[in-house]
């Protein structure tokens, strides 16, 4: 059964974009509704934002969000009723393809079983190929997407040191948003509810439905962009280093053949960054700016960026722990860590050469080294490349990297229970 992009709308008054798709079985074809809710905070009062700029806007997050329940019952077909051209197709399969290669690697599938668009021309409704010029007299500004991690925070330091006015925006699904943002100096905290249908997907599940990983810097950066429009404003900032470049496997095609590289950072990456941004020049508008102003610098760079600027005043308030923080509708009001995950090990590694063991080891839930924890070893192992463990799918540093950083680490931490292979990474290079 092919995989059905039904119809997005916005309501105006309650600032409320519903995408509606389709997937499932003959026998049972399930609807899904996704409903994302926009801020009104810095919402020009006379509504005068561009309708159309919108609509495109709208367009690619309803394409985008649609992973989110393709993955149930992925296919090759897909279904729109809106026409699309041949660039459009490309990008499209790209995040398909590329941007869900975890999902196709947990679910044994290959870059064939994956959805693949196709230019239309005989539908009822096209999206412009021709980009539309923003009023810069009335649109500019700055939305900068924030999370409480070192990264997005690292990026509203420097905003606040250049005395740049900007606004955080945090994607949720609980309501609720790390309380850290309120002390980060942005102009204001923008929510953006994110609503899954996670009751049809639980259906979905009864029925065989598979799961896994998204493109969610992809989702976040589409809504992002509708909130722009509607606060008026030209730039979105994300918060991603030079990481995701490194793949942590590869899916062969069935003739044997290096066919999907196996990526769950796809959506970080610089090439995916430039993807995104020619398609809001080709499709949205030119006068748009997505990019990451920490992309320069390499993950170990921010960690040390993140201890001299932003430590003192944030370090027991921040966190890059996924497991404790950031599931679907939890509460993470309060960031914490709960020391016995990947990110956990990688955030220690990329630290340790610029804390002492007992801050470091502080910040942790039994303030303990994480060296120490027999349930992490083989996590250490995937993260340097030990014994041919897999690197772990998390946002993580690359292994040259982390064996780095496991060498520079201060005097007083404790070793691993392995020997840990020499790096000579050069964590201060500057990247285009």
Known sequence: MPFEFLSYDFDEKSLRATFRYRGGTPENPLEFTKIATFSDRAQNSSKSYDRELLDRALFLSFIINGTSYYKAFPSREVILPYAIDETQAAFFNHIYQDGLSQFAYENQLERKDLAHFKSTSTTSKSISATPKSISTATSTGIIALQSGGKDSLLTAELLNEKHTPWAAVYVSTSGAYPKVLEEIGADNIELIGRDIDLKTLKLAETLGGKNGHVPVTYINISLALIQAILDGKDTILTSIGHEGEEPHSIIKSTNNEPDLPVNHQWSKTKAAEELLQNY??????????????????????????????????????????NVINYGQRTDNSTLRWCGNCAKCANSYLLFAPFLESSELD?????????????????????????????????????VAELRAAYHLKKPGYKDLPFLVPSSDFDYNKLYE
């Open 362 to 398: 502080s910040i942790f839930p039994d303030q303990k080294s994480l060296f120490e924890k027999s349930t992490l070893e083989n996590d250490f192992r995937g993260l340097l490349g030990i014994d041919n463990h897999l690197k772990p799918f998390e946002c993580v540093g690359e």
């Open 280 to 321: 809001i020049n080709n499709y949205i508008s030119p006068d748009f700016k997505v990019y990451s102003p920490l992309r320069k610098y390499s993950e170990l760079k921010i960690a040390e960026l993140f201890v001299k600027k932003c430590w003192q005043k944030f370090g027991h308030k921040f966190s890059s722990c």
